[in-house]
């Protein structure tokens, strides 16, 4: 079956700018994840989505990031007035619940000039 | 707070040679454990789980990992490693409370598959 989608799979912006990346979970998997990934570290959460119940945003590093998740299913993650350390490879998981494993798209990697 | 750790950020071993990554965690409770696979330009692939039960668990592609609370280990073996096992390998630890910040990554250590 299909598994999870995150566009586009590169995105170059300018400093300053804002963007938007996707992400399209498994069917009937009621957990999303983003996490971001940066060169030399391991996976930083970033926000979690469970249902229908108010997400968790402990991981955002600031207020320049943002999560929606529409209809408990497609996810997107806005990051304004981007700067040169966002750059980094944003993963997105789903999963059909607390503790079960999680399922990664291939990411997005976000390049900042 | 859980954390894991990773000791290795590189390994390097000849094709056909058994190969053993080190993840130690640290939590209070019996841990769920899981190690999982990134190839370059992928996301992460799930290797295998441990929940419970038997402390030495299956995976795919001829991985196994032992579960060790002694040493607060969840170490990740293949007897014979092949080329296309060349990859970026995470131990995870999440815990029986769920939610997001119960799954807490290690690292990753860097494999790499010699002729």
């Known amino acids: 079956g299909a598994g999870v989608s995150q566009s586009p799979s590169n995105k170059v912006t300018e400093k300053g700018k804002d963007v938007e990346l996707r992400c399209d979970p498994i069917?009937?998997?009621?957990?999303l994840y983003w996490y971001r990934q940066s060169l030399g570290q391991g996976l930083e959460f970033l926000i979690y989505f469970q249902g229908n119940s108010a997400p968790d945003k402990s991981g955002l590093p600031s207020d320049r990031f943002s999560a929606e998740r529409t209809g408990g299913s497609v996810s997107t993650l806005t990051i304004q007035r981007t700067q040169q350390e966002d750059s980094a490879v944003y993963l997105c998981?789903?999963?059909?619940?607390?503790?079960?494993?999680?399922?990664f798209g291939n990411g997005t990697r976000l390049t900042v000039t | 707070a859980q954390s894991v750790t990773q000791p290795d950020i590189h390994i390097t071993v000849s094709e056909g040679a058994s190969l053993e990554l080190r993840c130690n965690y640290s939590y209070g409770a019996t841990p769920y454990l899981f190690w999982y696979v990134q190839s370059p330009g992928q996301g992460l692939q799930l290797l295998l789980k441990y929940f419970s039960g038997d402390t030495l668990v299956q995976g795919i592609k001829g991985f196994e990992a032992e579960f060790k609370r002694s040493q607060s280990s969840f170490n990740l073996r293949k007897p014979s490693v092949h080329w296309s096992d060349a990859a970026e390998y995470f131990c995870?630890?999440?815990?029986?409370?769920?939610?997001?910040?119960?799954?807490?990554f290690g690292k990753g250590t860097h494999l790499i598959i010699q002729p």
């Open positions: 998981a789903s999963s059909l619940g607390r503790n079960s494993p999680l399922h």
């Open positions: 069917s009937g998997h009621t957990a």
């Open positions: 995870a630890v999440g815990n029986t409370g769920g939610g997001a910040d119960g799954l807490t």
